[in-house]
C-alpha cells in the first residue's frame, strides 16, 4: 500500500477510535465480501457503516466523508 494512503488511513483510524469506533478493513479472502472498509462500535462490535449491501463496502473515499462529518 502507498505510504500516503496509509498514512490517510491511520489518521482516519485515530479520528474515529475518539468517537468510539473503529475502522476495520476487508480481507480479499473473506468470501462474500468486499476488500474495502467497515466503521463498527468499540463497545458493541455494531456494524456503523460499510455493511450494506456487503461487508467492508466502503472505499477510503468514503471513510473520509464520513469522519469529516464527526470533526
Known amino acids: 500500500m502507498d505510504n500516503k494512503l496509509k498514512t490517510k488511513e491511520n489518521r482516519f483510524r485515530r479520528i474515529l477510535y475518539r468517537h468510539g469506533m473503529r475502522l476495520m478493513k476487508g480481507r480479499t479472502k473473506m ?17 456503523i457503516e460499510g455493511g450494506n449491501p456487503i461487508p467492508f463496502f466502503m472505499s477510503l473515499e468514503d471513510v473520509e466523508n464520513f469522519t469529516k462529518e464527526l470533526e
Open 31 to 47: 468470501v462474500g465480501a468486499g476488500s474495502g472498509y467497515m466503521i463498527v462500535d468499540v463497545k458493541t462490535n455494531g456494524l
